[in-house]
């Protein structure tokens, strides 16, 4: 199994809280999910990065805003890595493919926000650089849009990304993964 490094992509205050907008779909379980694959990873050794968006003056998450800072619940630990953006790619602005190759990283792991716009660039942005990508298929979300619900559009990008040939798995699969290589 190639060594994972966990990403996890725009999961700021302003996307879970509901103050500016509605929280994203399934918001409380979903931060339950990443903070257990957080726990799985740190323990089991596995690096850990987080990308943040950084928005236009005004926006929710606009840097400064009270919107802007990774959600508390999930917030990064000192030496975990903080990559800012102002595109959907996490790749396109940051050095984040050196990061990986640094920490020796086999495999890019995404989580995170928004579905259908920075998981789904970010996701592009690796596989356009050969980079073997997981996607945690239940610790992504996003918010209804054009007709569709959010599960609908979650369901419809995780196939997408499979057919792209990412390796999908869920929270308790990884993190079980995780924990065989911590007792490993």
């Known amino acids: 199994m190639p060594k994972p490094a966990l990403i996890v992509i725009d999961l700021q205050t302003a996307m879970l809280d509901g103050v500016r907008f509605p929280p994203m779909h399934d918001h409380e379980a979903l931060l339950a999910r990443v903070a257990a694959l957080l726990d799985a990873a740190r323990r089991g050794g596995a690096p850990v990065a987080f990308v943040r968006h950084d928005g236009k003056p005004g926006e929710a998450i606009a840097r400064g ?28 602005q940051t050095d984040l493919a050196g990061w990986l190759a640094e920490q020796g990283a086999g495999e890019a792991v995404l989580i995170g926000a928004q579905t259908d716009f920075c998981v789904n660039a970010t996701f592009g942005g690796a596989r356009a650089r050969g980079l073997p990508i997981a996607v945690v298929a239940d610790a992504h979300s996003t918010w209804p849009s054009n007709g569709e619900t959010a599960a609908e559009i979650i369901a419809r990008y995780n196939a997408a990304f499979a057919e792209a040939g990412a390796r999908l798995v869920t929270t308790k699969a990884l993190v079980a993964e995780l924990s065989e290589a911590e007792n490993a």
Request: charged residues 15%.
């Open 65 to 92: 805003s009270p919107g802007w800072p990774i959600h508390p619940a999930i917030a990064p630990l000192a030496g975990e890595p903080i990559f800012e953006k102002t595109v959907g790619d996490a790749f396109a």
